[in-house]
């Protein structure tokens, strides 16, 4: 399996002040989508309610991927996480951008040797700041923050245009592990215990 | 209530594990009757757990259904082996309902077949094909190394000490190297 | 010349509602015991859903929606008068009466419902449902007491209405004052009656399929509605203006008191909600109509 194009994904910069003008408003408003994968999501209320405020620095909770700029990957991801993970960021309208927290979106964590999670994230995501530590303190989650509102704002962030530009590349390693159909099968009805599938 | 469960069902001693704990062990036919003699005349009528332990030396599965009694709090475990190649078993569904989602578990990580249970689908995997998972003949490790990949440049199981050395000792070369080029640049 | 001021005060409602709205979250984060964001944070926000990149669209109704909301609640602004004493800033309020202003209050949710319809997200039609159910029961005890002061004052002129307030209808009328500030507690989208934009709730409601410029347009109408309800709330009971400071001052003090009222209590669910206000509120409206108009 052929590994994940990290060296490569600062290569593009601000120009011109145009382009500084409209990422200085990206970075100072970032919506969050509301969506805890993994056992990091335990740390997310608390970094976003009354103690830690990340509401000063312009970061609030959204709902739908509609309205979404940050995925926050927050731990291990199984095989049937992944598949959700992989539809919602899809359906996120560009510039969108990835944090992954925790050890074991590094290199496997915990789940080193399990057979149901992967161990790492770039492989099928294109990400742009990790944070490490299981969990990682809401003090670490929000400088992983700051440092990627840094990042927006230098136009270094742009893990979008990669995804876009090497989609065969990313597709062929989900394939490879999810089977030929990525995407989940939405035939669950609501009013049964387990949704019928 | 133990002599006659040891003289109807033909099994071994009953075993008193703690004050709150019994255990038997029974053969595959009479495990239903045995259920049901317990939950009519002794009051265990609610199932709690239904598991399963692997004796690969020994070839077979072993189940255990754990029947309480809420009232004297206390449970009673119900033990059967089965055959491990082809294993299969009479459900529980038209007794206790609780029995499907647990069967259902049991069905995906051991491959065990329930008849009767009409509802064995996948519970926490999805589209599994490889072998059943909490059998000890799969090597989880070895599926991992075989199916992903780690990222390099962190291995386990290196010293510290060599290692520190050996990166000092880079360090001091890259630099007398650059020492060296810059010299001849000035003498030349 | 009313060209100008008509652009005035576009330009003017929609500041003042952004700001207004990132007061809001400053002084709901101060009641929690926390520092909020900046009080622009709100322009900031629909700036940045304007530089997005790229927006699902769902066809034509869909793209319609939001232009119907934005009209809608542009119209409303310009028939309302800023001032009320005086010749400047009236707007177009010589051309259309409160009435008018009335039927246009309700664009808002129409033109969300047509758009939220043509997504086709299950979420949008549950939220679009809620709200318009919501609207039905928020209209009543305000119609009652806006029918009540045009017919103290015979006639539906805003400007007229709020010029002949001697003392300020609300000391005077308290009764009716009362129900229509319940209901505009809902309009405004505060606890208790705030069920329909529940974010985490039904999936932030009507606006769960809107992406990227749709959204900034919705937030934008949203910024302009507010400041047109207040400027009317202002005019109807409160004595009306004739200055910005004094426009500043009593829509700031009305604003201040609905978000404190808004961060106290606790959400209603649908049924409570129209319950509610169909029962107490209508009952306290009825009550202030009957002996406003026995008296007179």
């Known amino acids: ?106 290199n496997g964590g915990m789940y080193w040797d399990s057979y149901n999670t992967i161990k790492k994230l770039e492989d099928y995501l294109p990400v742009d700041m990790y944070v490490n530590g299981c969990m990682p303190r809401p003090e670490s989650i929000l400088e992983g923050f700051i440092q990627l509102q840094k990042d927006i704002g230098d136009g270094k962030a742009s893990s979008w245009e990669l995804y876009e530009k090497n989609y065969d590349f990313y597709r062929k390693n989900q394939e490879a592990i999810l089977g030929k159909v990525v995407e989940p099968s939405y035939e669950a009805d609501w009013y049964l215990y387990d949704g019928g599938l | 209530m133990f002599d006659s469960i040891k003289n109807n069902f033909a099994t071994f001693d009953v075993e008193v594990k703690r004050d709150d704990l019994y255990k038997v062990e029974v053969n595959k036919d009479r495990v239903f009757e045995l259920i049901d003699f317990i939950g ?62 647990m069967e259902r578990d049991l069905a995906e990580m051991y491959g065990i077949d329930f008849i009767g249970n009409n509802n064995l689908k996948e519970l926490s995997l999805e589209n599994w094909i490889h072998t059943p998972p909490l059998r000890r003949e799969f090597d989880t490790l070895e599926f991992v190394n075989e199916h992903l990949t780690f990222r390099e440049g962190r291995d386990d199981n290196v010293d510290t000490k060599a290692e520190a050395k050996r990166l000092r000792a880079l360090k001091k070369a890259q630099k007398e190297a650059e020492k060296k080029a810059k010299e001849e640049a000035n003498g030349k | 010349m009313i060209l100008l001021e008509l652009f005035a005060t576009l330009v003017i409602a929609y500041s003042f509602g952004f700001l207004y709205y990132g007061l809001y979250r400053n002084i709901t984060a101060r009641f929690q015991l926390r520092f909020g964001p900046p009080v622009y944070q709100s322009f900031m926000d629909s700036i940045k859903f304007f530089l997005k990149k790229d927006t699902t669209n769902h066809g034509w109704m869909f793209y319609l929606g939001p232009i119907i909301m934005m009209s809608g609640a542009i119209m409303t602004l310009f028939f309302i008068p800023l001032f009320t004493t005086g010749n400047d800033f009236k707007g177009l309020s010589e051309y259309g009466n409160l009435f008018l202003v009335l039927y246009l209050l309700v664009l808002g949710p129409l033109g969300n419902a047509l758009a939220v319809g043509a997504g086709g997200n299950p979420f949008g039609a549950m939220g679009i449902t809620r709200g318009l159910t919501r609207l039905f029961a928020l209209e009543m005890p305000f119609y009652i007491a806006v029918i009540a002061l045009m017919s103290l004052n015979s006639s539906a002129d805003i400007t007229t209405i709020a010029s002949s307030q001697t003392t300020f209808n609300a000391f005077a009328y308290p009764l009716l004052f009362v129900g229509a500030l319940f209901s505009f507690v809902g309009m405004m989208g505060q606890s208790p009656f705030d ?30 509605f507010t400041f047109a309800k207040l400027v009317l709330m202002v005019h109807l009971f409160l004595g009306g203006a004739s200055g910005f400071v004094e426009l500043t001052i009593k829509t700031f003090i009305l604003f201040f008191f609905i978000i404190a009222f808004g961060a106290i209590y606790g959400r209603f669910k649908t049924p409570q909600s129209v319950d509610f206000l169909l029962k107490v509120p209508t009952a306290i409206s009825v009550v202030g109509l009957l002996l406003a108009t026995w008296s007179a």
């Open chain 1, 1 to 106: 399996m052929e590994t994940g194009f990290l060296k490569e994904q600062k290569i593009l910069e601000s120009e011109n002040s145009v382009d500084f003008l409209m990422n200085w408003f990206r970075k100072r408003s970032i919506f969050v989508l509301a969506y805890g994968t993994g056992c990091g999501a335990i740390e997310m209320p608390p970094t976003f309610t009354s103690r830690y405020d990340a509401e000063r620095l312009g970061i609030r909770g959204s709902a739908t991927p509609r309205q979404a700029d940050v995925i926050i990957v927050s731990g291990y991801c199984s095989y049937k996480t992944l598949r959700r993970i992989i539809r919602t960021y899809e359906q996120m309208s560009n510039p969108k951008y990835v944090l992954a927290l925790g050890s074991c979106t590094i």
């Open chain 3, 195 to 224: 069920v329909v934009g529940a974010p985490v709730e039904v999936y932030s409601g009507p606006a769960s399929e809107f992406s990227g410029k749709f959204l900034a347009l919705l937030m934008s109408q949203s910024a302009i």
């Open chain 2, 40 to 101: 009519n005349n002794y009051e265990y009528q609610t199932l709690n757990a239904i598991t399963c332990t692997d004796w690969i030396e020994d070839e077979h599965f072993s189940i255990t259904y754990m029947l309480t009694s809420l009232d004297r709090k206390h449970t009673f475990m119900v033990q059967t082996t089965i055959n491990r190649n082809k294993a299969k078993i009479k459900s529980l569904t038209d007794r206790f309902a609780q029995a499907e989602i």
